[in-house]
């Protein structure tokens, strides 16, 4: 529904995790495999994991260079510490605060010592901030159970404390689905897991 058309920020991703020689990526909430196809274009070696049958099943079609797992973020059935970089795009701000915490901790989970984490999330900046019905502080639902939060750049800091922030900032995004041609604002940040103790 999205189009076949990546993100900008998978684009700027791709030239960081190059520079600092990532090469095996982890894609939570993958989707249909629009933005997974383009780090395996790049020559990466992708995993995927997307929750919708029916979307993993499209990027097996559209991005066959990938692996992709059915299953939650917020419990991945992938062994800790084998990838090299993440890149996890408007999903962490789709849960309320535990799970916003928990999926956090799956993908640090995740990523290897000295690696790279670059989430994209709505902001409090967003066109939509506020609609719908609040059930915690800046977070709204449009139905029952489909919770969207929209952070502030002190709020998304924050959630990276205990990492090496390396880059963060706000940014445009272009999307043309559903609604017709829109832009989100969103807020993106690069983080370097520090090493274990």
């Known amino acids: 529904m999205w189009g076949t058309a990546p993100s900008p920020t998978a684009e700027h991703a791709i030239g960081i995790f190059r520079k600092n020689g990532a090469r095996k990526i982890l894609v939570p909430g993958s989707g249909y495999g629009r933005n997974t196809r383009i780090f395996s274009e790049a020559g990466f070696e992708v995993t995927g994991i997307e929750i919708s049958d029916t979307a993993c099943e499209m990027a097996r079609d559209y991005d066959p260079q990938s692996n992709i797992y059915n299953g939650s973020v917020l419990d991945m059935p992938l062994a800790p510490g084998q990838y090299d970089a993440i890149y996890c795009y408007n999903v962490l701000h789709l849960f309320r605060e535990k799970e916003r915490e928990l999926c956090l901790q799956q993908c640090t989970d995740r990523v290897k010592d000295n690696g790279l984490l670059y989430f994209t999330v709505f902001s409090d900046r967003e066109p939509s901030f506020g609609r719908y019905q609040e059930v915690e502080k800046n977070t709204f639902e449009s139905r029952p159970g489909r919770p969207v939060h929209y952070f502030t750049e002190a709020e998304l800091l924050d959630y990276f404390k205990g990492f090496d922030i390396i880059e963060s900032g706000i940014t445009e ?19 370097r897991k520090r090493l274990s103790e």
Do not use: C, F, K, R
């Open 173 to 191: 995004d272009p999307e043309n689905h559903s609604e017709g041609p829109h832009t989100h604002v969103l807020l993106y940040i690069l983080a």
